[in-house]
């Protein structure tokens, strides 16, 4: 997340439009109001084209943020998929606890669910890929064999929420093949197909992020903007680092006391208001506005960067 001068001024609509501008955007009011919600036109066509691609594809794999395993999953998508066979990958867990992705992977497999976790970026965990889907479409595949159709290449579709790795996960499995990637949501704008050729051969569906019209439970839409999965130019970063911070003064605060040197013990940061943090934690970074004012915006940025960028350690929010 770059820092800009762009608070709060933006073209598409705001997470909140009633909030009152004049209020300082850290204040409690401020605070309990905010609510994320993040469901542009683009997300309803790919909604709309994930359906009409499922005929075609064998089976489908589902990217989940390992640091939001639950949150990162789109509750529209089991009625869309229907009895498609599914593969269920919890990306980025190198940025996640570890023992937190071990009971989040025995808790989906207790569930029958067909889960590895995995990092796209470096690649690791993706050796049980291919002979996870072999397995998972191990009846289709001797059927192909028994009709001579053994090198046909087995056709899946990969969908999640914005910013989970969908298309780190094609190139890592493509090689030369380049699907854009970039560390923002709503980064792919259309399907294509990309065919693997070495190993197991696969032709891999790449479609862009689709979250859900609303959010229930206003701390999941937190959580996913918290990790990038929701446009940052929609949001009020204020109030969103704000609410990040209470989450982790609550679980990790020695992490926050160590990251931002703050003079505070563990244990004093849970009784501080979020937003008195967030300003103790720009004046240490010397973010100061002119009249000594701290710059909780910039603050707030490089809180969310250095979250994101695991620069506060692995962290599992669910
Ligand atoms: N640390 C880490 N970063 C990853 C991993 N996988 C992907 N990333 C990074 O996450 C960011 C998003 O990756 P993309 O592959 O563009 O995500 P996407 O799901 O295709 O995103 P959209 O197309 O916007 O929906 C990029 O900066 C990647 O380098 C991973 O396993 N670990
Ligand atoms: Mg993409």
Redo the contacts with the bound molecule.
């Keep these: 997340m770059k820092p800009n001068n762009n608070r709060n001024n933006n073209k598409e609509e705001k997470t909140n439009p009633s909030q009152n501008a004049a209020q300082p955007t850290s204040s409690p009011q401020a605070q309990a109001q905010a609510a994320v919600q993040w469901f542009p036109g683009h997300m309803a066509k790919t909604r709309r084209q994930i359906k009409e691609n499922l005929p075609l594809v064998d089976a489908v794999v589902e ?1 989940r943020d390992a640091r939001v395993p639950e949150s990162s999953h789109n509750p529209e998508l089991n009625a869309l998929l229907g009895q498609k066979p599914q593969v269920i990958l919890l ?5 996640a606890d570890e023992a937190a992705t071990a009971h989040w992977l025995s808790q989906l497999r207790g569930e029958g669910v067909c889960a590895l976790a ?5 690649g690791k965990g993706l050796n049980r890929f291919a002979p996870t889907v072999q397995d998972l479409l191990q009846e289709l595949l001797q059927r192909r064999a028994e009709k001579g159709m053994k090198g046909k290449p087995i056709r899946l579709m990969v969908v ?10 094609i ?1 890592r499995l493509a090689g030369n093949i380049r ?10 704008r259309q399907n294509r197909w990309y065919p693997i050729r070495s190993g197991v051969p696969m032709e891999l569906l ?1 479609t ?2 689709v979250l859900w019209p609303k959010f229930e439970d206003p701390a999941v839409g937190d959580r996913l903007a918290f990790l990038g999965a929701v446009k940052d130019e929609i949001m009020d970063v204020e109030a969103l680092a704000t609410r990040l911070l209470a989450l982790l003064a609550a679980g990790y605060a020695p992490r926050l006391v160590e990251r931002f040197k703050l003079e505070e013990t563990p244990e004093a940061l849970a009784a501080l208001p979020p937003w008195q943090l967030l300003d103790a934690i720009a004046r240490k970074r010397g973010m100061l506005l002119p009249g000594d004012e701290a710059d909780t915006f910039r603050a707030a940025v490089i809180l969310l960067d250095e979250l994101r960028g ?1 620069k506060l350690g692995r962290i599992t929010l669910d």
């Design positions: 990217l990306n980025k867990c190198d940025l995995v990092d796209c970026r470096s999640g929420i914005p910013n989970t790795g969908k298309s780190s996960l190139n699907a854009q990637t970039a560390d923002k949501p709503g980064v792919t790449d862009p992020g695991g």
